[in-house]
C-alpha cells in the first residue's frame, strides 16, 4: 500500500496546484479591473464630466488644460467602421468559398494562411502602412501625406479579415449537410444555395464575427499609430489623419507624470477601452448560444 | 444567365479568399526586398550602431527572445494547471462559470489595456520599475487567457470513455490526468503555448510602457533591468528617428526576422491542433 499513499499525495499536490493557479487566474480578472478602475474614477472627479465632452484635447496648455477626448473617440470609430466596411463583404466572399467550394485538402493548407495572417505583428503591418499603404493612398488622392484615417482602416480591415473569416465559415461547415442537398436538390446552384439558404443558418455567426472584429480593430494599437497621423482633431473624412483612443495612451502614456490629472484621464481612456471590450464580448456571448442549438 | 451571374460571385470569392493568402506571401517577400541586403548572419549577431543608422539587430533580438522565454516561465505552469482546474475539479456553481467567462473575455482586451494594467501594477504597485520582469509579468497576465483556454479546450476534448476505464482500473484523478487526459490533449495545450510564444515575441504595446527602451546595446541577464525589444525597435525606427530614409532598410530587415520567429511559433502552434482559434 505504500504505492497508494504516494499517489494519493500526488492528487493531493496536483488539485492543490491548480486550485492554486485558477484562483491566481482569478484574482488577475479582480485585479485588472480594479487597477483600471482606480486611476479611472479619480479622474472623474478630478475632471468635470462635462469637460470630456468637448472636441479640445490640451493636455499641457498654459492657461489650463482641456481634456475633451471626443476627438479619439471619433478617430477609433472612424478607423474601425472603415476597416469593417472593407472587411465584412470581403470576408464573406472568402467564407463562403472557403466553405463550399474548397477540398478538404486544399483547405487545411490554406486555412494555415489565415492564422499566419492573424499572426502578422501589429507593428509590422504598421510598417507596412506607414511604408506603402500612405504613400499609395497620397498618390491616388493627390494628398501631402498619406497618413490619413482611411490608412488606418485599410490596415485594420486586413488585420480583422482572419477573425471574421475564421468565424464564418467554422459557421458554415457545422450547418447539416442536409440542408445544402436539399437545395440543390431544388435547382438551386452552389451560389444560390449557399447565399440564399445557408446563409440563415450562420446569421447568429455572422453577427458575431462582426462583434469580434469590431472589438479587435478599436483595441488595436501599434498598427493605428504608424497609420493615422495622429494628430487629436475630429476627421471629417477619412482623408485627414486623426488619432484613436489606443492611439493616445500609447503616444502620451509613456511621457505622463504617475498620479497626475493627465494620468488619470489616459487611465479612463483604458478604462472606455476595457468596458467596450467587456461589452463585445457580452454581446457576442448572447448570440453564441443560438448557433449551437439552430445548427445542430 | 443565372449561372453566369453566380459564376461570377464564385469567381470573386475565390479572388477575396485567396487575397489573403498571397498578401501573407507579399509581406515576406516584400519586407525582404526592402531591407535592401541588409539582412545576413552578421546583421543578427551585431549591435545597432551609429545612432542606429548601421549595425545589426542583436541587443534587441536577444531582448525579445529572453523576454518570450520569461513569458512561458511564469505563464505556461499557472496557465496549464487552471486551465485543468476549470477543465476537470471546477464545481459547475454560478462563480466558476463567472470566472470562466470573465477568463474567456480578458483574451478580448486590447493589448494596451494590459500595459497600462502593468504599469498600474507591476510597474508602480508592485514597485518593479520599469523592467524586463514588469513586462514578462504584464505579457504574462495578457497570455493567461490563452493557455488557460486552449488547455480546458483541449482536456474537454479527451473522450470521457478512457478516462471513466482508467478510474474502473483504480487511478485517482493525478493518475487519470497523467496517463489518458494529458496524453490525449498534450498537442492542444502544446499548440497554445505556441500561440503564447507568439503573441509575446510580436506585442508591442504592453511592454512600451513596462520596460521597453530604444537604445541599451549592452545585453544582460538581469530581469530587473530594462531592455530592448524587436517590435519595438521597429516601431522607433520607422517612426521617431530623423533619417527615416536611412535607417528604412534595417527597419524592414528587423521587421523580417521578427515576422520568421512569430511565423514559425504560430505555425507550430496551427501544426499542433488544426482546430485552434485561428484568429487568437
Same mark, same amino acid.
Given at each position: 500500500m505504500r504505492n497508494y499513499s504516494t499517489n494519493s499525495s500526488a492528487e493531493r499536490i496536483?488539485?492543490?496546484?491548480? +486550485?492554486a493557479a485558477a484562483v491566481l487566474a482569478s484574482l488577475g480578472v479582480v485585479l485588472i479591473v480594479s487597477f483600471m478602475c482606480v486611476p479611472a474614477f479619480k479622474a472623474l472627479s478630478q475632471v468635470p464630466f462635462a469637460a470630456f465632452l468637448s472636441t479640445k484635447w490640451n493636455p499641457?496648455?498654459?492657461s489650463g488644460s482641456t481634456w475633451g477626448i471626443l476627438p479619439f473617440i471619433a478617430g477609433s470609430l472612424w478607423t474601425t467602421v472603415i476597416a469593417l466596411i472593407i472587411s465584412v463583404p470581403l470576408s464573406f466572399l472568402a467564407a463562403v468559398f472557403s466553405s463550399q467550394f474548397m477540398t478538404e485538402s486544399i483547405r487545411s493548407a490554406t486555412? =494555415?494562411?489565415?492564422?499566419? =495572417? %492573424?499572426? *502578422?505583428?501589429?507593428v509590422i503591418m504598421g510598417f507596412l502602412a506607414l511604408t506603402t499603404i500612405a504613400p499609395l493612398i497620397a498618390k491616388v488622392f493627390h494628398l501631402s501625406s498619406g497618413l490619413t484615417i482611411l490608412n488606418g482602416g485599410i490596415t485594420l480591415a486586413i488585420m480583422v479579415l482572419p477573425t471574421m473569416v475564421s468565424?464564418?465559415?467554422?459557421?458554415?461547415? $457545422?450547418?447539416?449537410? *442536409?440542408?445544402?442537398?436539399?437545395?440543390? %436538390? =431544388?435547382?438551386?446552384? $452552389?451560389?444560390?444555395a449557399a447565399v440564399e439558404v445557408l446563409f440563415q443558418f450562420v446569421k447568429p455567426a455572422f453577427i458575431s464575427s462582426v462583434l469580434l472584429s469590431f472589438g479587435?480593430?478599436?483595441?488595436? +494599437?501599434?498598427?493605428? *499609430?504608424?497609420?493615422?497621423?495622429?494628430? %487629436?482633431?475630429i476627421p471629417k473624412t477619412p482623408l485627414q489623419p486623426g488619432e484613436t483612443m489606443t492611439g493616445v495612451l500609447a503616444i502620451e502614456m509613456p511621457e505622463t507624470i504617475a498620479g497626475s490629472v493627465h494620468y488619470n484621464v489616459l487611465f479612463l481612456i483604458g478604462f472606455l477601452l476595457l =468596458?467596450?471590450?467587456?461589452?463585445?464580448?457580452?454581446?457576442s456571448g448572447l448570440i453564441t448560444p443560438k448557433v449551437r442549438v439552430k445548427t445542430q | 444567365m443565372r449561372k453566369a451571374f453566380d459564376s461570377i460571385w464564385v469567381l470573386l470569392s475565390a479572388i477575396a479568399y485567396f487575397s489573403a493568402v498571397v498578401f501573407v506571401i507579399w509581406v515576406a517577400i516584400h519586407l525582404y526586398a526592402l531591407s535592401r541586403g541588409k539582412l545576413s548572419l552578421a546583421f543578427?549577431?551585431?549591435?545597432?550602431?551609429?545612432?542606429?543608422?548601421?549595425?545589426?539587430?542583436?541587443?534587441?533580438?536577444?531582448?525579445s527572445i529572453y523576454l518570450a522565454l520569461w513569458v512561458l516561465i511564469i505563464s505556461a505552469p499557472i496557465g496549464v494547471l487552471a486551465g485543468v482546474y476549470f477543465a476537470e475539479f471546477a464545481p459547475d456553481n454560478t462563480l466558476t462559470r463567472l470566472l470562466r467567462s470573465s477568463i474567456r473575455t480578458l483574451s478580448g482586451v486590447p493589448a494596451i489595456v494590459y500595459g497600462l494594467f502593468g504599469l498600474a501594477f507591476f510597474v508602480r504597485f508592485m514597485n518593479l520599475g520599469l523592467s524586463l520582469l514588469a513586462s514578462a509579468l504584464t505579457l504574462s497576465v495578457m497570455n493567461l487567457p490563452v493557455i488557460i483556454t486552449t488547455t480546458e479546450e483541449a482536456l474537454r476534448l479527451v473522450p470521457n470513455a478512457q478516462k471513466e476505464a482508467a478510474i474502473a482500473l483504480g487511478a485517482n484523478s493525478w493518475e487519470v490526468w497523467r496517463d489518458v487526459s494529458f496524453k490525449y490533449a498534450s498537442s492542444g495545450i502544446v499548440s497554445g503555448l505556441f500561440l503564447a510564444l507568439s503573441r509575446a515575441l510580436g506585442e508591442t504595446a504592453p511592454i512600451l510602457l513596462t520596460g521597453v527602451v530604444f537604445y541599451q546595446p549592452t545585453v544582460t541577464l538581469d530581469p530587473t533591468k530594462t531592455f530592448m525589444a524587436l517590435p519595438y525597435h521597429i516601431f522607433i525606427l520607422s517612426t521617431q528617428h530623423s533619417k527615416f530614409t536611412e535607417v528604412l532598410p534595417i527597419a524592414a530587415a528587423s521587421g523580417f526576422v521578427l515576422l520568421l520567429m512569430v511565423l514559425f511559433a504560430r505555425i507550430l502552434a496551427y501544426?499542433?491542433?488544426?482546430?485552434?482559434?485561428?484568429w487568437l
Open positions: 496536483f488539485r492543490l496546484a491548480s +486550485t499641457k496648455g498654459y486555412d =494555415l494562411f489565415f492564422s499566419v =495572417l %492573424a499572426g *502578422i505583428p501589429s468565424v464564418l465559415s467554422d459557421a458554415f461547415q $457545422k450547418i447539416p449537410v *442536409i440542408y445544402k442537398e436539399g437545395a440543390l %436538390a =431544388l435547382g438551386a446552384s $452552389k451560389w444560390q479587435r480593430a478599436i483595441g488595436e +494599437t501599434m498598427a493605428v *499609430i504608424m497609420a493615422v497621423g495622429n494628430v %487629436a482633431m =468596458l467596450i471590450a467587456l461589452l463585445v464580448n457580452y454581446l | 543578427l549577431f551585431t549591435n545597432p550602431s551609429s545612432g542606429m543608422t548601421a549595425g545589426g539587430v542583436f541587443a534587441p533580438l536577444f531582448g501544426m499542433y491542433n488544426r482546430r485552434i482559434q485561428r
